[in-house]
């Protein structure tokens, strides 16, 4: 089955404790993306990398990090996590970032930074 | 700063109604697209619209693509219970490859 896979789903954490959001996809997808979703703010993105060794800033890449070091996983690292932080995250993937490329989204991950 | 506007943030109305959600900006858009998300889920594309004028029909759900690609609309005709959810238009720009979400709309139809 086609899949985007987060891990894990939900998360609760202390401040400045490092944390690693895991994300994988079986479709093969060039393109991966994270994005977080805030009640009032909708989804907005962390990074997006468009293929192997490719990454670049979204529009809140402040606080994360991401590697893309193989195609199918996309992991978003959050070095010392805040209160500001949480906040529900989701990874995508699509085969083509173009006109018309569909997103594959994972079930998302809740996180909550105390 | 592009922002893409969605219309109404919420709405909540009986089943068998009709109901339209709006997305509007002041961008052109190479595409749109649109998702509903249930909750505990990622948002699933329903459709994708090119062309402006372009209008496409998926069951009950009915969308247009403005004929400047500044907007878009979602009809429903005969809203069922299934229909609850947040719908999110998405932009994409081909200039600088980037994707734009909408706020979303919440809809919950009452049984």
């Known amino acids: 089955e086609a899949q985007v896979t987060q891990n894990p789903r939900y998360l609760i954490t202390v401040t400045g404790k490092k944390l690693t959001v895991t994300c994988s996809q079986n479709m093969n997808h060039e393109y991966m993306s994270w994005y977080r979703q805030d009640p009032g703010l909708g989804l907005r993105q962390i990074y997006y990398s468009m293929n192997v060794e490719v990454t670049d800033k979204g529009d809140v890449p402040e606080g994360y990090k991401v590697s893309r070091k193989e195609k199918r996983n996309f992991p978003l690292i959050l070095e010392s996590p805040s209160p500001n932080q949480t906040s529900l995250y989701f990874c995508?993937?699509?085969?083509?970032?173009?006109?018309?490329?569909?997103?594959?989204f994972g079930e998302g991950s809740r996180l909550t930074v105390l | 700063t592009q922002l893409l506007e969605q219309s109404p943030q919420f709405l909540s109305i009986q089943e068998g109604e009709n109901l339209t959600v709006y997305c509007n900006s002041s961008?052109?858009?190479?595409?749109l697209q649109w998702y509903r998300q249930e909750p505990g889920e990622g948002p699933v594309l329903l459709v994708t619209?090119?062309?402006?004028?372009e209008v496409k029909k998926l069951k009950r759900l009915t969308f247009q693509f403005g004929d400047a690609r500044k907007d878009s609309s979602l009809h429903i005709t005969a809203a069922q219970t299934g229909d609850t959810g947040l719908y999110l238009c998405a932009g994409f720009m081909n200039r600088d490859d980037k994707i734009i979400f909408g706020k979303g709309t919440r809809l919950h139809i009452l049984p």
């Open positions: 995508a993937s699509s085969s083509l970032q173009g006109a018309t490329g569909e997103l594959f």
């Open positions: 619209v090119v062309t402006g004028g």
């Open positions: 961008s052109v858009f190479s595409s």
